[in-house]
T-cell receptor, first 116, second 115 residues
Framework: ETGVTQSPTHLIKTRGQQVTLRCSSQ?????VSWYQQALGQGPQFIFQ???????GRGNFPPRFSGLQFPNYSSELNVNALELDDSALYLC???????????????FGSGTQLSVL | AQTVTQSQPEMSVQEAETVTLSCTYD???????LFWYKQPPSRQMILVIR??????QNATENRFSVNFQKAAKSFSLKISDSQLGDAAMYFC????????????FGTGTSLTVIP
């Protein structure tokens, strides 16, 4: 059974650029959630994808967008990067809430994004 | 609005001793779940323990146990026989079926284990 993997592990961008982060979910999981963890803070929910559709979104602007693919892997895209977007981006996979109610999240090790 | 508060930014414990990390939450939901996650320097969040709100019995996982006080909206984590490998950031989290798997996290407690 493979765990959640994220790539890249580190990334440096400049303000105004666009970035794509990638996540492979744990085997058997059909739901992927993305979280932003700023320095010294707890993770904040960005959005969730369930069976290729967005299934909930946190308080993040539209320049944060995502995709989920048929194999349940996912991408997080951020356009027009701002300095405040510098953070650790965590991906978490789980079984879908419609199947199990609420389920444990299994996290990857994150992508550390620095915006200069 | 759901909020999770961890009032202890840092805690320390002697190896083999017991330490308790505090967490309070605010919600109007009756059906919810509470979690403690551990985040070591590797950055990966690891589930420590999970509690369903409808269960009165406190969850336990080996050396980890919780004190769940539903009326007080309190959910503390007790680590017994602390080990050096327990050193990490610990996050309390809340989730409810009404919001799928959108979890709300506290700001974390940094635990140091002193040899």
């Amino acid at each position: 059974e493979t765990g959640v993997t994220q790539s890249p592990t580190h990334l440096i961008k400049t303000r105004g650029q666009q970035v794509t982060l990638r996540c492979s979910s744990q085997s058997g999981h059909n739901t992927v959630s993305w979280y932003q963890q700023a320095l010294g803070q707890g993770p904040q929910f960005i959005f969730q994808y369930y069976r290729e559709e967005e299934n909930g979104r946190g308080n993040f602007p539209p320049r944060f967008s995502g995709l989920q693919f048929p194999n349940y892997s996912s991408e997080l895209n951020v356009n027009a990067l701002e300095l405040d977007d510098s953070a650790l981006y965590l991906c978490a996979s789980s079984l879908g809430p419609r199947e199990t109610g609420i389920e444990k999240l299994f996290f990857g090790s994150g992508t550390q994004l620095s915006v200069l | 609005a759901q909020t999770v508060t961890q009032s202890q930014p840092e805690m320390s414990v002697q190896e083999a001793e017991t330490v308790t990390l505090s967490c309070t939450y605010d919600t109007s939901e009756s059906d919810y779940y509470l979690f403690w996650y551990k985040q070591p320097p590797s950055r990966q969040m690891i589930l420590v323990i999970r509690q369903e709100a409808y269960k009165q019995q406190n969850a336990t996982e080996n050396r980890f146990s919780v004190n769940f006080q539903k009326a007080a909206k309190s959910f503390s984590l007790k680590i017994s026989d602390s080990q050096l490998g327990d050193a990490a950031m610990y996050f309390c989290a809340y989730g409810t079926p009404n919001t799928g798997n959108q979890f709300y996290f506290g700001t974390g407690t940094s635990l140091t284990v002193i040899p």
